[in-house]
């Protein structure tokens, strides 16, 4: 799970999707059957043009989830892909 990108121009830029980040790992690092690694090894990349595949080798996972969220007044909009690490094929996708 990658920190998300935020697409937002509030003050909170950052935290909310920080947050709504490490919700996910937290609530995917409940199911035994799903290895996923610590937020702080997959936040590092946070803010920088990587290829998923080579965060794929680096992090040594077969999946990486990403996301990017805007916020604007009321309205939230998250966005989460599920992308194959090795061919960068996306295998999901939600909003």
């Known amino acids: 799970m990658l920190a998300f990108d935020d697409f937002s121009v509030d003050e ?3 935290y909310l999707s920080d947050a709504i980040a ?3 790992i937290t609530e995917l690092a409940r199911y035994r059957l ?3 690694i610590a937020r702080n090894s997959s ?3 946070r803010g920088k043009e990587t290829d998923v595949r080579q965060i794929g080798e680096e992090l040594s996972v077969h999946y990486v989830l990403e ?6 007044g009321d309205a939230l909009n998250v ?3 599920l992308i194959e690490a090795r061919g960068g094929a996306h295998l999901w996708a939600h909003r």
């Open 79 to 81: 966005t989460v892909q």
């Open 34 to 36: 799903i290895e996923v």
């Open 12 to 14: 909170d830029k950052g």
């Open 43 to 45: 936040f590092r990349y």
């Open 22 to 24: 490490e919700g996910i």
């Open 67 to 72: 996301g990017s969220k805007q916020k604007s």
